[in-house]
């Protein structure tokens, strides 16, 4: 069984931190910018975690 620690260690410790989920949205218009668009499938989200907001790839439900 894992702890609730290393869950959220895995889930959040190594993404980048967003104030709120403008910034985040931000952020995903900067790396389209910088790789030349075609990021439609990112998606800015509220982590259950740390209360920040992270980028990632939208979940299959998502994206339909």
Request: with cysteine; hydrophobic share 30%; glycine share 10%.
């Amino acid at each position: 069984m894992s702890s609730k620690r290393r869950i959220r260690r895995n889930q959040c410790g190594r993404k980048v931190r967003h104030a709120d989920e403008v910034q985040a949205r931000k952020a995903i218009w900067k790396l389209a910018k910088a790789y030349g668009g075609g990021l439609g499938f990112m998606n800015a989200y509220r982590c259950p975690h740390c209360s920040g907001c992270h980028t990632g790839h939208a979940n299959a439900m998502a994206r339909k």
